[in-house]
C-alpha cells in the first residue's frame, strides 16, 4: 500500500525531528525478520528509549537531510530500519549488537555519531560507549581518588602505631 504525498510530508518530518534531537543513528538490513521478531524489536526500542523507524530510502534521504546524519544518504539502499538514539549514543548499537545476536537477519550497514559515518565494524566500539551516569560515575571516582588516597596515607601511621601496641600487648599477654 503507497503512501499518500501528505503521508509522505508527515514520515520525513516525524523522521527529521527525531534525527534533529538524536545522538547516534544506525542504518540496518531487516530483510528475512518476521513480524514477530519485529515487534520484539521496537518493544525492546521502546524500553530502552530508543526510536526505530521502517522508512523507504527515498524518505529517509529527505528526512536526514540537514542533519548531523546526512552523511547517511549515500549508504540508504536495500530494506533499511534507522534507530535512532536520542539520549545515550550507545543505546541503539547495544540493542542492535544484542538483538542481531539472535536474529542474523539483522545486518548493520552504516553508523553515524559525532557527526561522522562510520561503517558496521564500529557497531561494539558505540555499543561499550558508557552510559551519563556511568561516565559521571567514574569521572567521580577519578576526582575522589587523591582525596581518599591522601587521608589512608595520613592514617596509616596512626594505624600502624596501634598494631604495634597490639602485638606488644599479645605478646606480654603470652608471657604472663
Do not use: C, H
Amino acid at each position: 500500500m503507497s503512501l499518500t504525498l501528505e503521508q509522505k510530508k508527515s514520515v520525513v518530518a516525524e523522521v527529521n525531528e527525531v534525527a534533529q534531537k538524536a545522538t547516534s543513528a544506525i542504518a540496518a538490513e531487516y530483510a528475512g525478520l518476521s513480524v514477530a521478531q519485529m515487534t520484539g524489536l521496537r518493544s525492546k526500542a521502546r524500553a530502552a528509549g530508543v526510536y526505530v523507524r521502517v522508512v523507504k530510502n527515498t524518505l529517509a534521504r529527505r528526512a536526514v537531510s540537514g542533519t548531523a546524519f546526512e552523511g547517511l544518504q549515500d549508504k540508504l539502499s536495500g530494506p533499511l530500519i534507522l534507530v535512532f538514539s536520542m539520549d545515550d549514543p550507545g543505546a541503539g548499537a547495544r540493542l542492535v549488537r544484542d538483538f542481531s545476536k539472535e536474529n542474523q537477519q539483522l545486518v548493520t550497514k552504516a553508523i553515524a555519531f559525532g557527526g561522522a559515518v562510520r561503517g558496521p565494524e564500529d557497531l561494539q566500539a558505540l555499543a561499550t560507549l558508557p552510559t551519563l551516569d556511568e561516565a559521571r560515575a567514574r569521572l567521580l571516582g577519578i576526582l575522589i581518588a587523591p582525596a581518599t588516597q591522601l587521608v589512608r596515607t595520613l592514617a596509616e601511621p596512626g594505624a600502624q602505631f596501634v598494631r604495634v601496641l597490639a602485638a606488644y600487648r599479645d605478646k606480654q599477654q603470652e608471657a604472663a
